[in-house]
């Protein structure tokens, strides 16, 4: 299955994005946005999604996609909130999925950031049953 991971730059950011039932990309140079908005195609309704908070180098709220990312609409009304977060660290230890993570840390693993934004990160169901368990709420 495709995992599809974004970061926040805070804790903040994530509550509000939790809140308002969306998620958004920060805007970068033009090229970088062309390339995210062909990538965007990728993330079918149904997908896997997973957060991870850069001011608290955590994981946070899986959740499944229940639309196509819309490249026209730009957020600005966005920015509540997660009550369970994984540290990279004990992620690292704990998911076999980032097991062994060299270079560019988890951040590289899952593809959070840059110019890998919306490239998904193949996982297995036993792998995305641990992020559930670690982090989902019933």
């Known amino acids: 299955m495709d995992l599809f991971c974004f970061a926040s730059a805070t804790l903040t950011n994530v509550w509000a994005g939790i809140g308002a039932g969306l998620w958004a990309v920060a805007e970068t140079s033009p090229t970088d946005m062309k390339a995210r908005i062909t990538k965007s195609k990728r993330m079918q309704v149904g997908a896997a999604g997973l957060l991870f908070c850069n001011e608290t180098h955590a994981f946070t709220t899986p959740f499944l996609v229940y639309s196509q ?27 076999p999925l980032l097991k062994g993570v060299g270079a560019g840390g988890v951040s590289a693993a899952l593809n959070i950031t840059g110019t890998t934004v919306f490239v998904p990160k193949e996982v297995t169901a036993n792998d995305w049953t641990l992020i559930l368990e670690s982090l989902a709420e019933v």
């Open 69 to 95: 990312p819309d490249p026209e609409r730009v957020v600005t009304d966005v920015w509540a909130a997660p009550h369970r977060q994984i540290s990279s660290e004990s992620a690292k230890a704990n998911w």
